[in-house]
Nanobody, 117 residues
Framework: VQLQASGGGLVQAGGSLRLPCAAS????????MGWFRQAPGKERELVAR????????YYADSVKGRFTISRDNAKNTVYLQMNSLKPEDTAVYYC???????????WGQGTQVTVSS
């Protein structure tokens, strides 16, 4: 499975960005798509995830009510809509896919999101 993340950039606090992640290759092995982020000096954290089949979602407490994850099964693409961005959302964002065992085994290249105050 190959993952292509995009959509990052520089935005002012309170602004919005949408991050697409397009999957290709052996996508049948992918059950869950997740978005992670890693800020300088911090550990990588799961921001949101969605299952391809049921569409069930999970959000980290820090982004609930501001971020929305969605999927387009026909395009094998997952989106992370980020609203009301804060400086603390600044990080490199990665998309990843998990198999049936819940193991994230394929990762995209990361896209930088910078939120200025």
């Amino acid at each position: 499975v190959q993952l292509q993340a995009s959509g990052g950039g520089l935005v002012q606090a309170g602004g919005s960005l949408r991050l697409p992640c397009a999957a290709s290759g052996r996508t049948s092995s992918s059950y869950i798509m997740g978005w992670f982020r890693q800020a300088p000096g911090k550990e990588r954290e799961l921001v949101a995830r969605i299952t391809w089949g049921s569409g069930n979602t999970y959000y980290a407490d820090s982004v609930k009510g501001r971020f929305t994850i969605s999927r387009d099964n026909a395009k094998n693409t997952v989106y992370l809509q980020m609203n009301s961005l804060k400086p603390e959302d600044t990080a490199v964002y990665y998309c990843a896919t998990a198999n049936a065992k819940g193991l994230y085994d394929y990762w995209g290249q990361g896209t930088q999101v910078t939120v200025s105050s």
